[in-house]
């Protein structure tokens, strides 16, 4: 069995997330029915044998409100909370693996925007990782797949307008239609989830050739591992494992909630019927 600190990076402006959205808190405090998000996050690690340490990475400018209204939930589910990054997501991840116990054997990555992945992505990653060095999650890309050329940049007067609604034109600058340069082939193709599972010597080495090495383009924690020329597999993720990122994902998230609730309750009432009993 590994022996696994779980980093969840929480430091994301979630702009997207915001700009549909009257929620006045980080997405990831947003309430998906009555637990905030980033909890049930948590809660999918919490407990689990593998699981040694958590590390909740959250915006370093909203670090001390964070702690005031949360600490207590976080003390008890024993979760440390640290200032992430400012800018971009390897950094938070950075700084969150400062806080690693230096004797655990595996450092695993999670979104705190997906907080409804299925037990089994996660038994599943943690089994591989066993005599795995990287393991990440994936399901193969069903949709084809186009390249289309780069989106003219819109000058600050259109950006304001388009925040404003105002102008003659009712389009906005992300509405408008550009041009296809390919067709991507998916064969081999598979769309990443978290968590993503790494041998922890290995995830260090990675961030410490991105510190020295600025031209590493990082997509996510796996893409540098594959830099330093190390092998990097893949196992089944699931559909269901959903990140929240628009406030339509919400109520996708919440029917999903729901419906797992109430397929337990089911299966809770058939056992209550039946029982366990071999007589």
């Known amino acids: 069995m590994i022996d696994c600190a779980v980093i969840l990076p929480a430091a994301g402006k979630g702009e997207r997330f915001a700009a549909g959205s009257s929620a006045s808190a980080s997405k990831v ?9 980033f909890l049930r996050a948590i809660d999918l690690f919490h407990g689990r044998p593998e699981v040694r340490q958590i590390v909740l990475a959250v915006d370093p400018a909203r670090h001390g409100e964070f702690v005031a209204r949360w600490g207590e939930a976080l ?8 200032p992430g990054g400012e800018a971009e997501r390897w950094e938070t991840v950075s700084k969150a693996m400062g806080r690693v116990d230096a004797t655990v054997t595996h450092i695993a990555v999670h979104d705190a ?45 259109d950006r304001v307008d388009d925040i404003l609604g105002l102008g003659e034109e009712t389009e906005t600058h992300a509405d408008q ?32 050739r991105l510190q020295t090495d600025g031209s590493l383009a990082v997509t996510d924690d796996a893409a540098l591992v594959e830099a330093m020329g ?20 919400a109520e996708l998230l919440s029917a999903l909630l729901r419906y797992r609730q109430a397929e337990s309750k089911q299966a809770d009432a058939i056992r209550d019927l039946f029982g366990d009993d071999e007589e």
């Open 29 to 37: 405090e947003f309430e998906l029915e009555g637990r905030a998000v």
């Open 75 to 82: 003390s008890f589910l024993q979760v440390e909370v640290v």
């Open 113 to 157: 925007a997906r907080p409804v992945t299925p037990k089994a992505v996660i038994d599943r990653v943690f089994a591989a990782a066993e005599t795995c060095d990287a393991v990440i999650p994936g399901l193969p890309v069903s949709n084809t797949l186009k390249r289309v050329e780069e989106r003219a940049e819109a000058s600050p007067r």
């Open 177 to 208: 239609p550009r041009r296809v340069t390919e067709t991507v082939p998916r064969a081999d193709l598979v769309a990443v989830q978290t968590p993503q599972v790494f041998r922890a010597e290995l995830l260090r080495d990675a961030y410490a």
């Open 230 to 249: 190390q092998e990097v597999v893949v196992v089944e993720g699931d559909p269901g494992n959903l990140k929240l990122t628009r406030p339509a994902d």
